[in-house]
């Protein structure tokens, strides 16, 4: 810490250029901030999966419909604790682009088959009770200023015509990366109202005794209903919330690749940045040494310089990129859209290691600069 | 005591024994010092001058451990500096070595008293002593009010002053000065040289002067001249 002064005095010695280099790993942070939210948006299905949990659907696509009857039979497999399923209905409220993934659920089930997300009984109680009744999450009901008692009107892009909704309830999520952007409300609703398609689900959720045991149940499942005109793929939730993410394409990689540019980039500004800020002050640095300042302490300092231009420059980038997702989700798309202090300090250690990286070869020039040399330059 | 016939010198500070220093440059050697002895005992005030390329910057390189000689060995207090590794040779210079340049080399970001504590920072002392070492020595170079000033505000002869303050903070064994008044007008060399008289006489403090000017080295109690590579005695001057 007593060596601070003298770090920041150096700073402080070229104020443009070092504001010039904070900006640009601010920027780096607020980009980097930004797409750690967007993958974890992405990867939301994936992190939040129950262990427990396994989801049936058609063999041959999820578009694919499953048989309602299907359902007793699952629940007569050994291991299987619960059965629930659901149906994707595809609508939007007032424009398509406002946009809201909403649900029709089998409600005897739902709830304990998701026990993450949190209801009022009272409210639950009343959306059972109510066949036109819906219940909203927390981020959408704030985002259209859905409340309690509300119709809702929701226009059916596969089922046609325009379906209202009673507001019965708003849940939440037990944790910050559930999603609270979906809208649920009765499948014998939508099986009663639907023209075609009627006595099908779109895929089962299966929650099993023994997380140990899903792989065998999930074969269980498969077998019973092979050879027939509805084969069923049967896999964890964590693998099925994969394999959705992977029909978007690889979006790890697409970061990753982004992410990689940006702080290549970085790296090579920081370094022409450290290595000019050396080389203009060869002498002051022969003086040090002549002080009695070792080879390994000059180091050390050209480098703690670096890592205070990254880790300044990274924490109000990544403070930004904060301040912004706490404001919510600009596209409405995304199921959660957060920086998570885990991805913040991933952020900051990459930028100590790219301030590492652009210092290490001035620093180490600073270091074996021949003292006698050097102040014939002054 | 100084002497440069190479004899025992056992109570001296300093003992330079058979220093050779060549350069080599473009395809030749250059033999700046030749066999140079030297004794130099604790709280003498020497000066050495001689013509440009004679050897005298280079002279006091070696004995403040910044240059390697190419044979010959320098002791400072039973230490022979010049068998020190690099990391322990900088933590000798720490403790012994108090260096006045000519261009002043002050840190130009850093205060005035920021200047004078960096020796410190090598230190163990805790922040309250390092600013009152940093004071003490402010003072006793007359600046302590323009601690806060950095060194674009202040005048060369100021900033000498700050520099003498710089070497003198960590009480070392002895001051090296290259040609501290070579850029100072004549009052401002005044200044500077009664400093070190007064280190010197007062204090007691053991320094090694490089000088062009003759005036400057009349302060000191022995000059030597440096001719060849080799010292020769020029007498001692009257102190002032």
């Keep these: ?378 | 005591m100084v002497t440069v016939d190479g004899s025992a010198g056992a109570e001296a500070l300093i003992r330079v024994r058979n220093l050779d220093k060549t350069y080599r440059r473009g395809g030749h050697d250059i033999h700046v010092l030749q066999g140079l002895n030297l004794n130099v005992g604790e709280g003498e005030f020497v000066a050495f001058m001689g013509p440009s390329g004679s050897g005298k910057t280079t002279l006091l390189n070696l004995l403040g451990g910044l240059d390697l000689p190419s044979a010959g060995s320098v002791t400072v207090s039973g230490d022979e500096i010049t068998r020190l590794s690099g990391r322990r040779l900088a933590a000798w210079r720490a403790r012994h070595v108090g260096f006045i340049f000519q261009m002043y080399n002050l840190v130009p970001v850093l205060t005035a008293f920021q200047n004078v504590e960096l020796p410190l920072l090598l230190t163990h002392l805790p922040k309250a002593e390092r600013r009152r070492h940093a004071e003490t020595a402010l003072d006793l170079v007359g600046l302590v009010d323009r601690m806060d000033h950095y060194p674009r505000q202040l005048s060369g002869g100021q900033e000498q002053r700050v520099a003498i303050a710089r070497a003198l903070v960590a009480d070392p064994t002895f001051l090296l000065c290259d040609e501290p008044t070579g850029d100072l007008d004549r009052a401002s060399a005044d200044e500077v040289l009664n400093l070190l008289d007064q280190l010197s006489g007062n204090y007691g403090k053991t320094i090694l002067m490089v000088t062009h000017d003759p005036r400057a080295a009349e302060r000191a109690g022995v000059v030597l001249h440096l001719e060849k590579g080799l010292l020769i005695e020029g007498g001692a001057a009257e102190r002032a």
């Design chain 1, 1 to 378: 810490m007593k060596f601070l002064p003298l770090i920041l005095a150096n700073l402080r010695r070229k104020k443009t250029r070092t504001v010039l280099t904070l900006g640009s790993f601010a920027v780096a942070l607020f980009l980097f901030g930004l797409l750690a939210t967007i993958q974890t948006a992405f990867n939301q299905g994936v992190e939040v999966a129950g262990v427990d949990r396994l989801v049936v659907r058609n063999k041959v696509s999820l578009i694919m419909p499953l048989p309602y009857a299907y359902r007793d039979r699952i629940a007569q497999i050994p291991g299987v604790r619960l059965v629930s399923f659901a149906n994707w209905f595809g609508g939007y409220y007032q424009d398509p682009k406002n946009f809201f993934p909403q649900f029709a659920i089998e409600t005897d089930t739902w709830h304990r088959m998701y026990p993450e997300f949190k209801i009022p009984s009272k409210e639950w109680a009343d959306f059972v009770a109510d066949r036109e009744g819906c219940i909203i999450g927390r981020s959408t009901a704030e985002k259209y200023n859905f409340k309690i008692g509300d119709r809702v009107p929701i226009i059916a892009s596969i089922w046609g015509g325009v379906w209202e909704f009673n507001v019965r309830g708003i849940y939440e999520g037990s944790r910050q990366e559930d999603d609270t952007t979906q809208f649920w409300f009765h499948w014998k609703y939508l099986e009663e109202r639907r023209q075609y398609g009627k006595g099908t689900v779109g895929w089962y959720m299966v929650k099993v005794d023994d997380p140990d045991d899903a792989p065998r149940v999930a074969r269980v499942i498969d077998h019973k209903f092979a050879n027939s005109p509805w084969e069923t793929s049967a896999e964890s939730e964590r693998a099925f919330a994969a394999g959705f993410v992977k029909q978007m394409g690889n979006i790890q990689l697409l970061i990753l690749s982004i992410g990689g540019v940006v702080f290549f980039t970085l790296l090579l500004v920081t370094g022409n940045t450290m290595a000019m800020s050396v080389r203009e002050r060869t002498g002051e640095l022969a003086v040090l040494k002549a002080l009695g300042f070792s080879d390994g302490r000059v180091l050390g300092l050209i480098l703690a310089e670096a890592c205070t231009y990254a880790l300044v420059g990274g924490g109000f980038g990544l403070a930004a990129a904060k301040l912004l997702t706490l404001r919510g989700d600009p596209t409405g798309f995304l199921p959660v859209f957060y920086l998570a202090p885990e991805k913040m300090a991933l952020g900051l250690l990459a930028a100590a290691v790219v301030g590492v990286a652009s210092g290490i070869i001035p620093a180490v020039i600073a270091m074996r600069l021949k003292i006698v040399e050097a102040l014939r330059r002054v």
